[in-house]
């Protein structure tokens, strides 16, 4: 009989899932907005149509999120995230070959379908089920490196963009997430998917999905996170747009950019080193507060050093943002039923943050620019600042 092969080791294990996170991240979701204008001056199309179909890619991601995290929940964490980067670089070779809009929204629907299985909540899941005691570590390191997305992806994009055009750009992006990502996925997730919880931590006693929804704190963390992840993903979609609308070239946007992803992996550095003996919730309070203040800089800022005291400030906001949710769940609700508790949050957050590049265009319309619609977002990060002041843990 055939000698069984062994799991890789626990760092190995997050070294591959933290390079397939950084190569997913800036593939399938930070890559957009650099497609946004290539494509409006080929096609012709209107800015609502190109956001009509990334708004699509976001909802098919929420509808998908809670059946992904149920199958990790099964132990089929490995097949999920290889999939999901096979079914990524199918989506990319797609959207290369667009012709008409309906085209477009079905190859950003299958994006969707493939962040959904690729991107931070199914990781963050698969290191809960298989390291009960080190999860928290785990978490830390993959949006340590995953921080680095948005670096890598717009000068990336950029310059494959000037160097071969938008549609060859997309064949080079497909082929990363088919030929890199998928093994990489298929390699490091080898091995057992459930481990049990250590002595003293019985897991019966952990909340189910319908214990969870029956919890004030489920909903007002939902709410809270909601409109945080909502005002992010409409800053992203338009990010290279808003620039532009502050009469910077393409040049200075991307100069100012690039700077988010080091203050996400400086923020989250930050706390490897001295914060994981914080309370999550206090570090997640001082995460919250920071998104309304950077979204006001953003609208006050007509220079390149304001702005890049905005992109440090939203940078790490960004980055905290994602390990207070990751580390702080399992805290709450426990590690039983994560992934269908966190998928069915991620649902409504993703279903309602869905609506964020189409609901920006149109609030453009109303409102008459891109300074007006951010003070209107700092206005709802405030809100998400009071939703999770009274998210307390259930008894």
Not at 95 to 108: F, H, N
Not at 180 to 195: E, I, M, N, S
Request: proline share 6%; hydrophobic share 60%; aromatic share 10%.
């Amino acid at each position: 009989m055939q000698e069984e092969v062994a799991p890789p080791a626990y760092r190995t294990v997050i070294a591959g899932l933290a390079l397939g996170q950084i190569l997913s991240w800036a593939v399938l979701y930070y890559a957009f907005s650099s497609f946004v204008l290539p494509m409006m001056r080929e096609l012709g199309w209107p800015k609502t149509t190109l956001m009509g179909a990334f708004t699509l890619g976001l909802l098919v991601w929420g509808l998908a999120n809670y059946a992904v995290g149920a199958a990790v929940d099964r132990g089929l964490g490995r097949q999920v995230m290889t999939a999901g980067a096979l079914l990524g670089a199918l989506a990319c070779a797609l959207w290369a070959l667009v012709q008409s809009p309906w085209m477009l929204y079905g190859a950003l629907a299958l994006a969707g379908a493939a962040m959904a299985m690729t991107l931070y909540e199914p990781a963050f899941n698969v290191l809960t089920k298989r390291y009960p005691t080190r999860y928290r570590d785990g978490i830390t390191a993959l949006t340590l490196v995953g921080g680095f997305a948005s670096t890598l992806s717009f000068p990336a994009c950029a310059a494959l963009i000037g160097a071969f055009g938008w549609r060859a750009a997309l064949g080079v992006l497909a082929a990363v997430l088919a030929l890199v990502v998928a093994p990489l996925h298929a390699w490091t997730l080898r091995g057992p998917a459930l481990v049990a919880a250590p002595a003293g931590h019985p897991e019966a006693d952990d909340a189910t999905l319908r214990k969870a929804l029956r919890a004030p704190a489920f909903w007002l963390l939902t709410l809270a996170f909601t409109l945080f992840y909502f005002v992010g993903t409409a800053l992203w979609a338009h990010l290279m747009p808003a620039f532009e609308s502050k009469g910077l070239s393409e040049a200075e946007a991307v100069a100012v950019v690039v700077w988010i992803g080091p203050a996400q992996v400086a923020g989250r550095f930050v706390w490897a080193w001295v914060g994981r003996g914080l309370p999550l919730h206090r570090v997640g309070l001082c995460v919250m507060g920071g998104l309304p203040l950077a979204l006001a800089l953003f609208a006050a800022s007509r220079s390149l050093a304001p702005l890049l005291v905005f992109a440090l400030l939203f940078g790490l906001v960004n980055g905290m943002g994602t390990i207070v949710r990751g580390g702080l769940l399992p805290e709450y609700f426990g590690r039983a039923h994560i992934g269908r508790i966190g998928g069915a949050m991620s649902a409504v957050a993703l279903v309602a943050r869905a609506a964020a590049p189409l609901a920006t265009a149109a609030l453009l319309l109303v409102l008459g620019g891109y300074t007006q619609v951010m003070l209107l977002f700092a206005a709802l990060g405030v809100l998400a600042v009071a939703a999770f002041v009274l998210a307390r843990p259930p008894r």
